[in-house]
């Protein structure tokens, strides 16, 4: 059990995160919107306001994304969206994949797109979507991904920013949130 929580409202939403331990200095408030259906339905409500009229197709990263890219995809009425997956499964096809670190990840892992989806984005004008911006490194590691693929990068939305993203004034965001320290 944690000893701390944060209290967030996010579009109306209230949640009080547990705070956990990253390292020996460094804690956050876990942030998941996986399974919470009030949440992804309410942020995607309030993004939908903020997206760049241009974006034709939505892409996330397994995991978290994933619930939050598919409410908004349907509230705007896109067919479909794009996830970047994080191991190759027998089913993908030629996939193409680029290095990604994130904040609560030890070390590198890699973001893969499969020939489907590469083929549903190239040429196409992206909106990148996830739940947390954090230090950036996910969002790069699907920018990358994307071009790769040959999509434009028209934005780059989360609900939260964390820690120094909330200076950040090339992304769309709803709240911030902060980095603590480890106790
Ligand atoms: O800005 P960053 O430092 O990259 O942090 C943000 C990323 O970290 C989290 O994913 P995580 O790596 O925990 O993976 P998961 O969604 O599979 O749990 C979150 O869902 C973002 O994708
Ligand atoms: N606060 C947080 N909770 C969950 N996942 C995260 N990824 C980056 N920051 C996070």
Redesign the pocket.
């Known amino acids: 059990m944690a000893k701390r929580y944060y209290d967030l409202t996010v579009a109306g939403c209230k949640r009080s995160l547990p705070i956990l331990n990253l390292s020996d200095s460094l804690a956050i408030a876990g942030f998941v919107m996986l399974g919470d259906v009030e949440l992804c339905e309410n942020c995607a409500r309030e993004l939908a306001k903020k997206v760049p009229a241009e974006a034709e197709i939505i892409m996330t ?5 994933i619930p939050l890219a598919a409410e908004l995809a349907r509230q705007i009425g896109m067919p479909y969206y794009i996830t970047a997956r ?1 191991s190759v499964k027998a089913y993908m096809e030629d996939p193409i994949w680029v290095e990604d ?5 030890m070390g590198k892992q890699r973001l893969y797109l499969t020939r489907a989806d590469i083929d549903r984005i190239a040429g196409r004008k992206v909106l990148l979507l ?10 790069t590691a699907l920018s990358n991904l994307a071009e790769k693929a040959g999509a434009h990068v028209v934005g780059q939305a989360a609900v939260l920013a ?1 820690g120094d ?1 909330v200076k950040r004034t090339d992304i769309i965001f709803l709240e911030s949130l902060p980095l603590f320290e480890a106790e």
């Open positions: 990263a397994e995991t978290k994304g994080k670190e994130s904040i609560t990840t996830d739940d947390v911006i954090s230090t950036g490194g996910s969002m964390e993203a």
